[in-house]
Every structure is written in C-alpha cells, then in structure tokens.
C-alpha cells in the first residue's frame, strides 16, 4: 500500500549522461553547429557532413534525421540519438477568405499557442506567439483574458516559423512581427535567441529589418534590444496617449509610465512604430490625436493605427473608418507619420489570443471540434468571430 506508492526513481532518471539528448532547435545555430561538429569529430566523420547536417535544422527542417537521405545510415541514427528536433503539434488550421491563415499548435505539455500568416502582395508576414497568455491583461485583449500559463523556449518561438515550411504547402514567411500571443520583453532570454534563430544565415535567414518586436513599453527589454547589433525593429503599443488614459486600458503603465516608455524610445537606437488600437469614443477623439502627435513627435515614432479587432476583451466598439482617417490626418497635419492598419483575418478570430480563448470557452461542449479540424484548411463561418459572452 504506503510501499507500492513510493516512485521507481531510477525510471526518471537517464541510463546515462550520454542518453541526454541535446535539443538543437534551443540553441542558437552557431552553438547548434559547434555541437554537431564536436560529435562528429568524436566519431571520427568527415567535416563536410556538418554541411549536410546543418540545414535539417531550419532551412531545409525535418522532423528527424532519417529524412536526410545524403547521410549515411548509421550516421543518422547516431544522430537522431543523440539530438532532438522537436515538432510543434499542428491542432487547427484555417484559412480566412483574405488569404490570412490562422494555426494553432499543441506544445510538448498540452499548452496552446497561436501563429499568423498574413498575405501581402510579395510579403507574407507571420505573427509569433512569445510566451503562453499573457500577465498584462489590457482591456482590450482577448490574449488578457486567459491570464499567463508559461514562457515559450527558444525552439517552440522559433519552431512556428519552421513548422510553416513543414507544411505540405509550405510557407515562407519575409516578416516576423512579435505579435500573437504574449510579451516578448517579458521572456527576453528566450526571445535573444530565438531572434538570432530567425535572422542567423543557418537559421531562418530573415533579415533583422523584416522582424518586429512589440511591447507594451518593458523598459529592460527594449534596452537589451537596443544593444543588438542587428537592426531589429520595435514597436511600441502605445494605444493612450495620457497616463490617466492608459492605465484603464493597460495596468502595466502603472510600472512602466509612459513618460519613461518614450524616454525609452528616443534613446532606442533605431525609429519606432507606435501602435495605437482604435476604442470607439475612449482614446479616438481630436485632442487625443494632438497628444498622441506631441509623444510620436518627442522620439520620431512612425504611428500605426489599428482597427479595434471584434473578439477582443471588454465592451468596446471600433472606432468607424471615417473617424479613423480623420484621426490619420490630424496627426499627418501635425507632421507625424501615419498609416492605418488593414484589418485582416476577422472570419477566423485572427487577433491577439482570440482562436485559444474561442476553444477554451466552447472546449467543455466540443471536445472533438480540434482533432476534427487537423491539417484540414478552410473558410471558416462567422461562428468563430463572437465577442465574449
Ligand atoms: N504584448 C505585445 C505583443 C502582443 S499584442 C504588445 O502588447 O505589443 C500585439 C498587438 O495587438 C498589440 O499592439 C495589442 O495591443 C494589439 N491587440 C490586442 N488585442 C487587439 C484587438 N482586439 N484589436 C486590435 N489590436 C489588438
């Protein structure tokens, strides 16, 4: 009884140090290579084999090394014992009739996290998740709602953008914006490298130009970004443009005020994109465009303004496409840099967190609906666009 529940420890436990495997989709791809490189010299194989070897990793993925056929047979399955290339689960996949697609993939601990691809002429953008939910539950945000779960690794941030050209149509993302689900500066190690992953020649070869990283205004974060060498950009979710204002509608502003957040953004070595959703009646009206126009002006930031995406969190109403051009033009006429956002993707709840918190609420009635819809692209009704209850 008390006895038969005591654990067998030694089965938690690897046979030996050896049979650890290293994940080389954590790590960055020079550190991937190193590795690779000392355990061939360790089985006395040629050099030229790390050539062979290195694109199974992101240029050309596989999901083990048995699908790199130029290698020779023992020498795959040495190496699929001793390196991991862990797979993301795919459990949804639709596409909206824009041409945006919406994938939801199953984490190794049952977790879910949501990736992008939007269509734009010769650029297709894809959106990343960075963490699990989310800490900073902004009003508006649907990703708010399902409160914070965990980080993300390296391989699991990365690894969205590898299971995109592991797809049977696969997809080859030119822009990377840090915009699905979570706060990336809130999980900057993971982060640092999953940048070096997605820009590094060996990675995914993305130039840093073409990847964004967006924030709420985490102060650390943006100063560790800044002191990359690489251009990466950064983007900044402004969204009020007073103190008062904006910390109704994002509760980190009580940490980080925005006075410090532009301070931030003027000192960050590059131009910032400020990104400014449009609440109906709350932060829409001409004396918040001159604010707004004053703070873009103190650190030259570009502004994006968003439309509100129905299926967000809150009682809020988007602000109407007239109001918003009005808004544009205040700002461009105060010599600010303006562009409006498209809203894409609205038939598939392709905003921030909308598709997991859509499967949370109905999961307990339809627990099949996941498994029903693997690997099966299509159009999906309006049934999946509802605000919370
Ligand atoms: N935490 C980061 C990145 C994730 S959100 C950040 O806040 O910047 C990416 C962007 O989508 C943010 O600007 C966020 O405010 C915005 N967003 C969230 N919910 C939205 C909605 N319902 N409609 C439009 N934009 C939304």
Redesign the pocket.
């Given at each position: 009884m008390a006895q038969a529940s005591v654990p067998d420890l030694g089965s938690f436990l690897p046979a030996s140090p050896s049979r650890v495997k290293i994940n080389l989709l954590d790590i960055t791809p020079a550190a991937a290579s190193e590795s690779v490189a000392a355990f061939l010299r360790e089985r006395g194989e040629p050099s030229y084999r790390l050539g062979q070897i290195m694109p199974a990793l992101w240029q050309a993925p596989v999901s083990s090394f048995q699908e790199v056929t130029t290698l020779p047979a023992a020498l795959r399955d040495a190496l699929d014992e001793a390196f991991e290339l862990p797979r993301l689960t795919l459990s949804v996949h639709q596409v909206s009739t824009d041409g945006t697609q919406k994938f939801l993939f199953r984490l190794h601990d049952g977790q879910s996290i949501e990736t992008v691809s939007i269509p734009d002429g010769d650029r297709i953008t894809v959106?990343i998740?960075?963490q699990v939910g989310?800490a900073?539950q902004?009003a508006?945000?649907?990703?708010g709602l399902m409160g914070f779960a965990r980080n993300l690794h390296p391989s699991e941030i990365a690894g969205q953008v590898r299971e995109l050209a592991l797809l049977e149509t696969p997809l080859r993302p030119t822009n990377i914006?840090?915009?699905?689900?979570?706060?990336?500066?809130?999980n900057w190690p993971a982060v640092d490298t999953a940048l070096t992953i997605l820009n590094h020649p060996d990675g995914c070869g993305i130039g840093a130009r073409h990847i964004t990283v967006?924030?709420?205004g985490v102060l650390p974060g943006i100063v560790a970004l800044g002191q990359r060498p690489e251009q990466f950009r950064l983007?900044?979710?402004v969204?009020a443009p007073s103190d008062a204002l904006r910390r109704t509608l994002?509760p980190i502003n009580v940490k980080y005020p925005l006075e410090t957040v532009i301070r931030a953004a003027a000192d960050f070595d590059r131009r910032v994109t400020f990104?400014?959703?449009m609440l109906g009646g709350v932060n829409d009206q001409p004396a918040h465009a001159d604010e707004l126009a004053a703070l873009a002006r103190a650190c030259g930031a570009f502004v994006n303004l968003?439309?509100?995406?129905?299926?967000?969190?809150g009682d809020?109403t988007p602000t109407s496409a007239a109001s918003i051009r009005a808004f544009a033009e205040r700002l461009r006429r105060a010599g600010i840099e303006v562009a409006t956002r498209k809203?894409r993707g609205k038939d598939i709840a392709a905003?921030?967190?909308?598709l997991r918190v859509e499967r949370l609420r109905r999961g307990a009635n339809h627990p099949t609906d996941e498994d029903r819809q693997v690997d099966e692209p299509r159009a999906v009704g309006p049934g999946l666009d509802r605000r919370p209850a």
């Open positions: 959106c998740s960075s989310c900073l902004c508006f945000c649907a990703t914006v840090f915009m699905g689900m979570g706060e990336p500066l809130m967006s924030t709420v983007a900044i979710s969204h994002m990104e400014y959703v968003i439309p509100l995406h129905p299926g967000g969190a809020f809203s905003a921030c967190g909308q």
